[in-house]
């Protein structure tokens, strides 16, 4: 249960795919939780709830990075509210179980049989995450 004012929560998940069909994913996972949502350049999607006996409803904005990093925030909509009875968190963990469901096993099996870039530049997972300002130094 978030607290603040207004109370929101954050999500990561990485993935094998890229970016361009996470975004498709992403777009079909939306429509499946019957969500409203705008698509924005660079792969960035708003989305807003519906109302609810616990809140106003909430915003979730959603970014992937070209590394299949998929990155949501749920915030509350009412900048008063500032208690969001665990809704935040719900609707995260609701997004990404719908957007994991919708991903075939043949997707899944493709992607991991393609080199990954940090791979193919010499680099490991860590060195990917970390900063080249860290790497080089």
Request: proline share 4%.
């Given at each position: ?14 993935y ?22 705008e698509?924005?350049?660079?792969g ?12 106003w ?5 959603i970014k ?8 949501a925030?749920s ?15 719900h ?15 043949q ?31």
């Amino acid at each position: 249960m978030a607290f603040g004012f207004p109370p929101y929560a954050v999500m990561t998940r990485r993935y094998v795919l890229r970016s361009f069909e996470l975004a498709d994913l992403v777009e079909e996972t939306l429509g499946a939780l019957g969500w409203k949502y705008e698509a924005r350049a660079n792969g960035e999607f708003v989305a807003r709830t519906c109302l609810s006996t616990w809140s106003w409803g909430e915003k979730v904005h959603i970014k992937i990075n070209a590394s299949g990093i998929v990155a949501a925030k749920s915030q509350c909509v009412w900048p008063l509210q500032w208690l969001d009875f665990g809704k935040n968190q719900h609707n995260l963990v609701e997004f990404f179980h719908e957007l994991w469901s919708l991903m075939s096993a043949q997707q899944l099996i493709e992607a991991a049989d393609r080199t990954h870039p940090y791979i193919a530049a010499g680099h490991s997972p860590v060195e990917e995450i970390i900063s080249e300002d860290f790497v080089e130094s």
